[in-house]
């Protein structure tokens, strides 16, 4: 198996491994992950108004709640 690795490598040159293959993967996961971080933004930016909603109505129905 390493053989057929070997043979590969050297038909291969450089510039095709490194172009062709290295470049468009790491591009890829770069992508993603900028993708990934935009998209958790702004959940993270949903969830914080969210909680700020529930803070505001759920400190008036206690007060309701204490007056009776």
């Not at 490598?9 to 095709?16: A, F, K, M, Y």
């Amino acid at each position: 198996m390493s053989s057929v690795l070997a043979i590969f490598l050297q038909e291969v040159p450089g510039p095709v491994l490194v172009l062709g293959i290295f470049l468009p993967v790491t591009l890829l996961l770069l992508l993603l992950i900028a993708y990934f971080r935009i998209k958790l933004m702004a959940v993270e930016e949903e969830l914080a108004q969210t909680s700020d909603r529930q803070n505001k109505f759920g400190s008036s129905q206690n007060k309701r709640v204490r007056r009776r």
